[in-house]
């Protein structure tokens, strides 16, 4: 017999708009991906001895793999909005403000943005930002389109990186330097140490991450057992785009209940001492009110107020 999806939606409470694997079968779009996430942790109000820093997640990059390509420079008309020179294996890349973009680039990204234009917007206003690159990770190309997306965000900032060679590259320190950005780097072999990222994001993300696979996949079980046909897991790109959106979304939401970046912060020794404009030095941010919440009584002994390298603090 023949179900419709509003049969299969309303009976079995499936969410099924805009899947692009509706059925058991093969689908031409049921590519595995490969991608990177970079998500931000941003504080505000550090350098204000009069206010209490708050903590929250900045911009989330994501990076497919492809010929170099971002998003956030093409119009809902597939042309650039801006002008772009850059070079490729020496070879000159330009892209031209107001030209449409050229055959085949980033077309898996336009066709998803094109055919689920509201999840777009909202994933954008929520602070997602896309990107290609051909090994998928943040080299010194995608670091310069994250400084310039920051900038609008944060007209004037410091950035805290690990060393990696795109972070460090000599482009992303001078797309920084035109963009008022401070750059500071975690010293080697201790980003797993101290880096926020590393001691307190990942690993929440991706628990999160497998809890959105198995909601995904019994899914895919459901509309497969009503059709009748076996079941097929491959997942297109709004399986992908919507698994990495509720993940993402649930850490932050998590994350931020727990107050865990300012508590991470503190503990790996960010937040220990703070800048005073007025006296032009250095103060101890234990002995300031507003630390009283990242730390108990009992956190206030010497053998918490001791650094990584046996240090009294």
């Known amino acids: 017999p023949v179900v419709s999806l509003d049969e299969v939606d309303m009976e079995q409470g499936i969410e099924v708009e805009g899947m692009s694997q509706l059925r058991g ?46 998003l956030q420079m093409v119009d809902m008309n597939e042309c650039w909005t801006e002008n772009q020179i850059f070079e490729v294996d020496g070879k000159p890349v330009i892209w031209k403000k107001g030209e449409p973009v050229q055959r085949g680039l980033g077309s898996a990204l336009l066709k998803w943005r094109k055919e689920n234009p509201q999840m777009w917007a909202d994933m954008h206003a929520e602070g997602f930002r896309f990107y290609q690159q051909p090994a998928g ?7 310069q389109w994250q400084i310039m997306e920051q900038h609008k965000v944060y007209p004037c900032s410091i950035s805290l990186k690990d060393m990696f060679s795109g972070g460090l590259s000599e482009a992303a320190r001078t797309e920084s330097s035109l963009r008022q950005q401070i750059c500071t780097w975690i010293r080697g072999k201790v980003t797993a140490c101290i880096q926020v990222a590393d001691t307190d994001v990942i690993r929440q993300i991706k628990l999160i991450k497998m809890r959105q ?7 895919l079980s459901k509309l497969a057992e009503v059709e009748n046909t076996r079941a097929i897991f491959n997942c297109g790109m709004y399986e992908m785009m919507r698994t990495l959106r509720g993940c993402i979304m649930k850490a932050k939401e998590k994350l931020g209940n727990e107050d865990t970046l300012m508590h991470a912060a503190f503990r790996n020794g960010w937040f220990h001492f703070r800048p005073n404009p007025e006296t032009k030095q250095m103060e101890r941010t ?22 990584l390298g046996g240090r009294r603090i």
């Open 286 to 307: 234990l002995e300031q009110e507003w630390t009283c919440l990242l730390y108990t009584s009992d956190a206030a002994d010497d053998s918490l107020r001791v650094d």
């Open 25 to 70: 079968e093969s689908h031409q779009d049921q590519d595995k991906f490969r991608i990177t996430v970079d998500l931000e942790q941003r504080y505000d109000g550090y350098m204000d001895p009069g206010q209490t820093p708050q903590a929250s997640f900045g911009l989330t990059s994501v990076i497919f793999t492809g010929s170099y390509f971002n």
């Open 213 to 219: 696979d198995r909601e995904l996949r019994a899914e």
């Open 137 to 143: 990770f943040c080299d010194q190309k995608i670091v």
